[in-house]
């Protein structure tokens, strides 16, 4: 009986898995070495959403830019891939805003000073890469040191705060615009999904089963 339940899972497995297999290759166009893939196409719808919105909303070409890069790397070949970067992405932009912001406080306050500068950008590109790495974030490591250079060396000198602050929030738009786009397409959870339901389900007959064979054998006792 316990082959056969083992049997059943694999062969419902491999079916689930077939199908999936399936659903990404026809979302797939080969060109001979050249291939059009689920991932290509999803980092373009992306692209398309945060053109539009960015437009709509006046958010202006630099937001668009740093939500598009911050997409581009979030979206992944899976969805739990994809909320993974997203995480690392957002979390790096986060941790490298915020050093940029310290930083360029210190360098407001030597008068721009260039030993400050050079002492300060390359300490915090070190403690960037030692918290990403440490926290095993390592989808945003690059994200975290591009938005401290990009913040720290192109900031206005009046308004480095706000600037830090609307980096920040492009970051964030780009990475729920990858996360949601993601969702509609995903691939990785039904393959969980259907293993859990056939092992609950077998699980489910086989303790209706105990139960049936229990009452059968206090009704023949009692008779």
Known sequence: MRLIEKSCIS??????????TSERNTMSFQFGRFRLGLRTI??????????????LFHRGQSAAMVAGISAIIAVRDSYTATIKASKAR?????LGGTLA????????????NFAVQIILIPLF???????????DLHPGLVGANATL???????????????????IFDTFFGVAVATLVNSAFIHDAPKMTIKTIIRDK???????????RNSTAKKENTK
Do not use: W
């Open 11 to 20: 062969f419902l497995d491999l079916n689930a898995y077939n199908l999936l």
């Open 42 to 55: 999803k980092t373009v719808i992306a692209i398309l959403i945060i053109l539009v919105f960015s437009h």
């Open 90 to 94: 957002f979390i790096g932009s986060a």
């Open 101 to 112: 912001t310290v930083y360029y406080f210190f360098y407001l306050l030597s008068h721009q």
């Open 125 to 135: 590109v070190l403690v960037n890469i030692v918290i990403m790495d440490g926290f």
């Open 149 to 167: 250079l990009i913040i720290g060396l192109t900031i206005p000198e009046n308004a480095y705060v706000s600037y830090a602050i609307n980096r």
């Open 202 to 212: 077998l699980n489910g007959s086989k303790q209706s089963n105990r139960i049936t």
